[in-house]
T-cell receptor, first 113, second 114 residues
Framework: NAGVTQTPKFQVLKTGQSMTLQCAQDMNHNSMYWYRQDPGMGLRLIYYSASEGTTDKGEVPNGYNVSRLNKREFSLRLESAAPSQTSVYFC????????????FGPGTRLTVL | AQSVSQHNHHVILSEAASLELGCNYSYGGTVNLFWYVQYPGQHLQLLLKYFSGDPLVKGIKGFEAEFIKSKFSFNLRKPSVQWSDTAEYFCAVKATGRDDKIIFGKGTRLHILP
């Protein structure tokens, strides 16, 4: 099992460009999450999805959109990137209800110039 | 909505010292609590979790945490730290019976001197 995979690992964008971060899990988990990690700010929840077809806003959703394509995949889209979105993005998944351990992907380091 | 506060942003200890990292949460109902660790250059891994029952929870690598409901706290402890414990530690909370949202604290960066 690969666990949680994320692509790309690194990305540099110019202000105003768009991109999609991909996340997939092979653990048959229902719940998936997108976090951003910034120095001194910890992990902040951007969006989450409790099941296929549902998504909900987290703590910092502005400037982002998500798609729960199927049970395995949960993508994060930046429509018009801004320097404030420079961060490390982590995808995570867990069993239904979030009552168990979250498994994290390796992260995507995004720089917006 | 639930929230998490970690009091210590940066802790420096010598090897063999005892460790206690503070975590307080804000939520009036029942919660599930977690401690995760992130070693340099790696992604987060679960150290331990509390769902119900015995409020003293033991995790991996000699870590333990105590849930004190009256204080809304879930502090992480280790009797004797090692250089390999150098990492960032995150406390997280989930409100049970509600949505699947899991909220993290800002983290505590722990540096162990050899």
């Amino acid at each position: 099992n690969a666990g949680v995979t994320q692509t790309p690992k690194f990305q540099v964008l110019k202000t105003g460009q768009s991109m999609t971060l991909q996340c997939a899990q092979d653990m048959n988990h229902n719940s998936m999450y997108w976090y951003r990690q910034d120095p001194g700010m910890g992990l902040r929840l951007i969006y989450y999805s409790a099941s296929e077809g549902t998504t909900d806003k987290g703590e910092v959703p502005n400037g982002y959109n998500v798609s729960r394509l199927n049970k395995r995949e949960f993508s994060l889209r930046l429509e018009s990137a801004a320097p404030s979105q420079t961060s490390v993005y982590f995808c995570a998944s867990t069993t239904s209800g979030g009552y168990n351990e979250q498994f994290f992907g390796p992260g995507t380091r995004l720089t917006v110039l | 909505a639930q929230s998490v506060s970690q009091h210590n942003h940066h802790v420096i200890l010598s090897e063999a010292a005892s460790l206690e990292l503070g975590c307080n949460y804000s939520y009036g109902g029942t919660v599930n609590l977690f401690w995760y660790v992130q070693y340099p250059g790696q992604h987060l891994q679960l150290l331990l979790k509390y769902f119900s029952g015995d409020p003293l929870v033991k995790g991996i690598k000699g870590f333990e945490a105590e849930f004190i409901k009256s204080k809304f706290s879930f502090n992480l402890r280790k009797p004797s730290v090692q250089w390999s414990d150098t990492a960032e530690y995150f406390c997280a909370v989930k409100a049970t019976g509600r949505d699947d949202k899991i909220i993290f604290g800002k983290g505590t960066r722990l540096h162990i001197l050899p």
